[in-house]
């Protein structure tokens, strides 16, 4: 006969057992922690209670559920078997099929989630879902993480892996990271399929590391000004942003990122925050009349990015967009928006003719001859703002080849000369063994 009811159960404070028949108890215990007592149930069976397993606790699972409970688990001990094992069985089969339904865009949609907060910035996460949308969802998207196997990880990888080998060796670390992650959860069994060593690497093909250094493919400057032609005008976002990558000379997501705060119209300044600098240091852009003109006649109320996206507000373009606009127009099937860049050094070099420290500046660059580098202190920004405009008047066709030339021609009392510098930097030398 049952021992127990809802006010005894309420009432009772002694610590230990208490029988409610069929093997049932109420376990109490007293918690070191917070002091207050726990109860919970147990079903015992064999000889003398010997073998025990839990039921859960009282705040869980009601005395009718526990009494129920008790019946399911004596009809197991009856048939010979042990009530805990099956229910360790049941778990495992229950983990078993969740695991089953985490796909491995699902799997990789958390993994990102997960680790958002902890990356660079915005833009990395938006890499990463660009490239698993864009190469590896299609293949493997609905699978269960459980399920890829080595020959789908190949299927994704084998078409890009000479002509992008960059881009695949990326893709597929983080499929491999995706699929740790499901290891660790517990989703997928110890086995990584997108492993490279002694997984995939005997079964892809070598890439001379030489023959991968390739330039980004750049536009000859001669073409530029009319290029431009067929852009200035465009009001699409993809147009302006490439517009505006183009007369910043700067870096893709340098331009998808950038934020109206960081925009002073009136100083005509762009001062690009150093978390998203590749050298990690504040970079000022002067800002073209051009451009600033373009830059006035925006609606800045939509969204704090300059460059929002299309369904997205909240977000910035991807760092794509302004690249298939640029390779939709006639003869730029092959060049690239970084190619830009390039662009720009050359045209400066050869037709601006700035100093070359000044032009290193304008991209950020950092100089390579040390001893230049010890004697630089300031960011050239008066002769950048010469140099932006004079590149601004080109791009948009006015004859200012002459006029650069001109204005780089006169006497720049910043500049110092190759032996200037290194008497300064044999001073400074002096000066540290001195102090010693």
Known sequence: MSKLNAFKIKSLTKVGMHSDGNGLHLKIQLSKKTNTLNKSWIFRWGAQGKNSMGLGSLTDVSLADARAKTLECKKLVASGLNPRDERDKVKVEQKAMKAHSITFEKAAKEFIKTNRASWKNEKHAQQWENTLDTYAYPTIGKVPCADVTKDQVLLILKPIWTEKHETATRLRGRIEKVLGWAIAKGYRAASNAAAYKDNLQPLLPTINKRKRI????????????????????????????????????????????????????????????????????EHRVPLSSQLSATLSSMDQSVSNYVFYGATRKTKPISNMTMLKYLQRKEGCEKITVHGFRSTFRDWAAE??????????????????????????RGDYFEKRKELMQAWADYCFGADSTQKATEVAAKPNKTTPTKKAAKVAAKKTTTKKKMSK
């Open 214 to 281: 390739e330039h980004h493919a750049a536009m000859p400057y001669d073409d530029v000004p009319k290029f431009f032609t067929s852009i200035k005008d465009d009001p699409s976002t993809s147009a302006r942003a490439l517009v505006f990558c183009i007369l910043t000379a700067t870096r893709t997501t340098e331009t998808t990122d950038a934020e109206w705060k960081e925009i002073d119209l009136k100083k005509n300044v762009w001062i690009v925050p150093k978390a998203r600098m590749k050298r990690g240091i």
């Open 351 to 376: 037709k601006g003719n700035f100093p070359r420290e000044v032009c290193e500046q304008a991209l950020a660059h950092s100089l390579a001859d040390q001893t230049e580098a010890a004697y630089q």
